[in-house]
């Protein structure tokens, strides 16, 4: 599996949910495999997120191909606008 999103399945923020959804509905549609690690299971994961962000305060949804970082939903959402996802994805 080379697409990981680290995500919360406890998110108290509506527009971190919405986001969260937005990625995964693309993904699943597109039928893109990927894999969810939810960052509240740990705060380990969650610092390691943050860690391979280079962001001490990175915030979930973040997305990563087979380890490289590839960005957050604003990035995302850019790349879709864009009809770009490919690229941001580094599938191409």
Avoid at 18 to 45: C, M, N, P, R, T
Avoid at 46 to 56: A, H
């Amino acid at each position: 599996m080379s697409i990981v999103v680290y995500f919360s399945s406890v998110s108290g923020s509506r527009d971190v949910k919405d986001q969260q959804a937005k990625i995964f509905q693309y993904l699943e549609s597109k039928k893109i495999k990927y894999e969810g690690i939810d960052i509240s299971v740990s705060s380990s994961i969650k610092e390691d997120m943050r860690r391979k962000t280079g962001n001490p305060t990175a915030m979930p949804p973040q997305i990563f191909n087979k380890g490289v970082y590839c960005g957050d939903y604003s990035k995302f959402s850019e790349a879709v606008e864009d009809e770009k996802v490919e690229e941001f994805l580094r599938l191409k």
